[in-house]
């Protein structure tokens, strides 16, 4: 019956679903991406909730840095493929930036729009738009 649930219900079932084996981390891939602006808001409560109950590491993967600065305290970005002349097959990417984040960094709008400037977002109005909700 999951295909007929919405798809906030969806995620939370595959949340719920992985967290039956008390993982001591749990991996996340854009799981937020496809949902409404007001379920994705709900889910980041649920995602924080959760983390702070159980403890675990949660590495999530996510194209939105509003996102991340909302839900993490550790962000990485990545930029470009790597090319490493004496691995020529070895694929990958460079961490470019690595940022430490806690509750006054995270709640700073004007330190977002700084951090989507050095990163590249062309529209950090945007970044600071999903932190707002």
Same mark, same amino acid.
């Given at each position: 019956?999951?295909? @007929?649930?919405?798809?906030? *219900?969806?995620?939370?079932? +595959? =949340?719920?679903? $992985?967290?039956? #084996?008390?993982?001591? =981390?749990?991996?996340?891939?854009e799981?937020?991406?496809?949902?409404?602006?007001g379920?994705?808001?709900? &889910?980041?409560?649920?995602?924080?909730?959760?983390?702070?109950?159980?403890? *675990? $590491?949660?590495? *999530?993967? $996510?194209?939105? =840095?509003?996102? +991340?600065?909302?839900?993490?305290?550790?962000?990485?970005?990545?930029?470009?493929?790597?090319?490493?002349?004496?691995?020529?097959?070895?694929? #990958?990417a460079?961490?470019?930036?690595?940022?430490?984040?806690?509750?006054?960094?995270?709640? @700073?709008?004007?330190?977002? +729009?700084?951090?989507? +400037? &050095?990163?590249?977002?062309?529209?950090?109005?945007?970044? *600071?738009?999903?932190?707002?909700?």
């Amino acid at each position: 019956y999951p295909a @007929s649930l919405s798809g906030g *219900m969806q995620q939370r079932l +595959a =949340i719920a679903q $992985t967290l039956l #084996g008390r993982p001591q =981390i749990l991996l996340l891939d854009e799981p937020f991406g496809a949902l409404d602006p007001g379920i994705r808001v709900e &889910m980041h409560d649920l995602l924080t909730e959760l983390w702070t109950e159980h403890g *675990m $590491t949660v590495v *999530m993967v $996510t194209h939105d =840095i509003g996102e +991340a600065f909302k839900l993490g305290t550790r962000v990485l970005v990545f930029d470009k493929l790597r090319h490493d002349p004496q691995f020529p097959s070895a694929y #990958g990417a460079t961490i470019t930036y690595d940022l430490k984040l806690d509750r006054k960094t995270r709640a @700073s709008s004007h330190h977002l +729009a700084k951090v989507a +400037a &050095m990163v590249g977002t062309t529209r950090p109005e945007t970044a *600071m738009a999903t932190t707002a909700s």
